[in-house]
């Protein structure tokens, strides 16, 4: 069972803003979503009804998952310090 990888129109300009090896490191992250959307170290976000975050570093992709389409919508990356504004 393989999920579809979407991004927000935000997230790709988050994504692109990001120095190269960091942005290879993200995508390879998020490219693993796709098989297991809940990897170790996932947290759901508080006050969120179906918000996950994964750590790649010091950054943070923030995602919903869509378990009757298979869908995993990569809403926001950044860094840790301002992420979660």
């Known amino acids: 069972m393989r999920y579809s990888v979407l991004l927000s129109p935000s997230a790709e300009r988050d994504l692109g803003a990001l120095d190269k090896p960091v942005q290879r490191r993200v995508v390879a992250r998020i490219e693993a979503l796709a098989e297991n ?49």
């Open 37 to 85: 959307p809940r990897p170790a170290g996932v947290t759901k976000l508080q006050g969120e009804a179906n918000a996950w975050r994964v750590r790649v570093g010091d950054y943070r992709v923030l995602y919903t998952i869509e378990d009757r389409l298979l869908v995993v919508l990569v809403i926001k990356i950044g860094h840790r310090r301002e992420v979660y504004r």
